[in-house]
């Protein structure tokens, strides 16, 4: 984990083809964002602060470019206080402080020969920056199962397209709530067994519920790693 | 009311002429002025940077704090750095680490066996009897004042678990060697680097070869901020422990001031206390607190500017020295860079060679009388120490050279206070020593 730094970052980009979720890419205004796959990142809004006062306010995201990437991006939805005044004061060409980097998603022990990536929404971004790093190769067996609400929500077809190039190994499974009902962790574990290592990301109920279901079905709680925040 | 910036802002120019009145302006006098081994050199920013904290009244690890970790990251080009009050803050901080729970088989346990040296300071060694484990002293090289690699290799057993040794006043110890050792008998590798923050082994910086490394910043090292260190690690696991256990074994890592950094504050599991328990106050390590204030890094990070020069100038200052004594090889033994460094030289070190017609105490008082600062190689020999001799330690194989050096070793400053004026006084100081003998 690099030690964490404070950026001046431009918001170069923002995509939204849904209402109310947002994918901002953000270039530094020096340097390069450090941090390695998985991590997040803290955003700043305030105007008032000029990188040399105390960090204001900030919110987490996780970053879903590869480390490599020039700019990261991050998405987010609209779900409370700090996300409402980030959909009103951020534009393309605004000014925003990150800090990063945060989290070690990736850095836990973890098998590489068999690996199950489930996510719910935009939980599926953490992944995503590894899925574009070239560190994706090692996996000899990586298992995504990304649920979202339906196949509009599934905003992220150029990185899964990349991942696929970068590791040809990877099994992708896309269940849409519309149309194919929601996870089921039964299925998952009953296709990927008890040695598997189990990443989870997504809405914090989900990853309980999956989590306590996979201790029952005698997965090793050290191969369960989750990426749950509040 | 006055406007508080407006304030700030004649605060800092008057402390700027503050700096010009107090400090700018120093003159040497031969035989009144000191020629130290040591001192702070600084201009007027480190003092402006030491009000602006003391303005902010942040008081503990803020902005400047990581603006000073920043800085020494990037210069050494690794992942971590965590400050805190002393070098011998991080040389526990650093050994702490290496005891903890979460590292498995691979912890330190109390009676596993360190290798060390005794011709060194304290503080590389007091950690190893803190935590129960066994000091192994190797003896060290004439020349390079550094371990013996081949006492070093078989000074190792089945309980050996750790190296833990400084490069001695600058000069590194032989990284290639040391780290085979530890591959090889898989071995953790702290490296004290107190004394040499910007020398060089084979091009790279050393304090990032070991598992972890320590710098300290008390006035005498490369940089200063009064009393200060830092523990370097590329290592997340070892940084999150060193955090630990500098800020009283807490798990969280947020910085003071900082809350819910990792977004999962309120939503986790620990020990046996009730879900969610605030993160804030879960402890995972028996620690200390040994945070470093933002005024010191303050005066860090304006230190920091200075480093590169500060190093070419011991590096210069080591050369002139080197001049002057070279002049008498059949009384000193002068030292030598270890094979493939460049070392930014913490001081000059002699030793007087046997059978001379004076020996160390002699001409270090009589140089002290002059005003030129002498100091021994802090120790000596480390189990002659009166706090050393009862503890449970064990000497390799012989400490022949140690001894040696405890009685007829000293060493001169090379710090980047120095000047030609010095230079040319200490050469006449000793060319009339050796004159009237």
Redesign the interface.
């Known amino acids: 984990?690099?030690?964490?730094?404070?950026y001046k970052a431009e918001v170069i980009a923002i995509d939204s083809f849904i209402d109310g979720v947002y994918t901002l890419t953000l270039a530094p205004e020096k340097g390069r964002f450090r941090y390695s796959p998985g991590q997040?990142l803290?955003l700043a809004i305030d105007t008032e602060y000029d990188g040399?006062?105390?960090?204001p306010n900030s919110r987490?995201f996780s970053l879903q470019t590869s480390p490599d990437e020039t700019y990261a991006k991050i998405t987010y939805a609209v779900n409370g206080e700090f996300t409402h005044q980030m959909e009103n004061a951020i534009k393309p060409g605004s000014e925003v402080w990150v800090k990063l980097p945060?989290?070690?998603l990736f850095?836990q022990e973890h098998s590489r020969s068999h690996t199950v990536f489930i996510s719910g929404g935009t939980g599926i971004t953490p992944y995503l920056s590894l899925f574009t790093d070239s560190s994706f190769a090692e996996y000899q067996k990586p298992v995504l199962y990304a649920g979202f609400r339906s196949r509009i929500f599934n905003l992220y077809s150029n990185e899964l397209r990349r991942a696929a190039t970068i590791n040809r190994n990877l099994v992708e499974n896309y269940i849409y709530q519309d149309t194919d009902g929601i996870l089921n962790i039964d299925d998952i574990f009953a296709e990927n067994g008890v040695y598997a290592s189990y990443f989870i990301s997504g809405p914090?109920v989900m990853i309980k519920s999956f989590k306590k279901a996979l201790i029952l079905k005698g997965v090793d709680e050290k191969n369960i790693l989750t990426d749950?925040?509040? | 009311m006055q406007d508080h910036k407006q304030l700030r802002r004649e605060i800092i120019e008057k402390t700027k002429e503050y700096y010009q009145a107090r400090f700018a302006h120093s003159v040497f006098e031969e035989g009144r002025s000191k020629v130290n081994y040591a001192g702070r050199v600084f201009d007027e920013q480190e003092i402006v940077n030491a009000v602006e904290a003391s303005l902010?009244f942040?008081l503990t690890e803020?902005?400047f704090s990581?603006e000073f970790?920043?800085k020494i990251?990037d210069f050494l080009g690794?992942?971590?750095?965590l400050l805190t009050n002393s070098g011998s803050s991080a040389n526990l901080l650093a050994f702490s680490a290496l005891t903890s729970e979460k590292l498995g088989d691979k912890r330190l346990k109390p009676g596993d066996e360190v290798i060390s040296v005794a011709a060194g300071f304290p503080a590389t060694v007091t950690p190893i009897i803190q935590y129960g484990l066994v000091p192994v002293f190797v003896d060290v090289d004439i020349n390079t004042y550094n371990i013996d690699i081949e006492q070093a290799e078989k000074a190792i057993t089945s309980k050996t678990r750790c190296i833990f040794i400084a490069h001695t006043l600058g000069n590194p110890f032989n990284l290639d060697a040391i780290m085979e050792l530890a591959n090889k008998h898989n071995l953790w590798v702290i490296e004290d680097n107190c004394d040499a923050f910007g020398s060089k082994y084979k091009g790279k910086y050393t304090g990032t070869f070991g598992h972890l490394s320590t710098i300290s910043f008390y006035p005498a090292h490369h940089i200063t901020t009064g009393e200060g260190g830092a523990i370097i690690t590329n290592n997340?696991?070892l940084?999150?422990l060193v955090r630990a256990f500098r800020d009283w074994g807490r798990d969280c890592y947020c910085m003071g001031?900082?809350n819910?950094?990792?977004?999962?504050?309120?939503?986790q599991q620990f020990g046996n206390l009730p879900f969610g328990y605030d993160h804030k106050y879960v402890y995972s390590e028996i620690g200390f607190n040994l945070k470093m204030t933002d005024i010191q890094a303050a005066i860090g990070v304006a230190q920091m500017d200075k480093l590169e020069l500060f190093c070419e100038k011991r590096k210069e200052n080591f050369k002139k020295h080197y001049a002057i004594f070279s002049k008498y090889p059949q009384f000193f033994s002068l030292p030598t860079a270890t094979e493939g460094s460049d070392p930014a030289w913490f001081a000059f070190i002699v030793t007087v060679k046997e059978n001379t017609r004076f020996n160390r105490d002699e001409i270090t008082r009589h140089l002290n009388s002059k005003l030129i600062e002498t100091r021994n190689l802090f120790a000596g020999n480390m189990t002659k120490q009166p706090a050393f001799v009862d503890k449970n330690w064990r000497i390799a194989d012989n400490l022949n050279v140690t001894d040696n050096i405890m009685n007829n070793t000293f060493f001169l400053g090379t710090y980047p206070g120095l000047t030609d004026e010095m230079f040319t006084y200490e050469e006449r100081v000793l060319d009339e020593y050796i004159a009237g003998l």
């Open positions: 984990m690099s030690i964490v730094k404070k997040f803290h040399a006062s105390q960090w987490c945060y989290g070690e850095d914090p749950d925040w509040e | 902010d942040w803020g902005r990581e970790a920043e990251a690794v992942d971590n750095v997340p696991l940084a999150q001031g900082e819910n950094t990792c977004g999962k504050r309120f939503s």
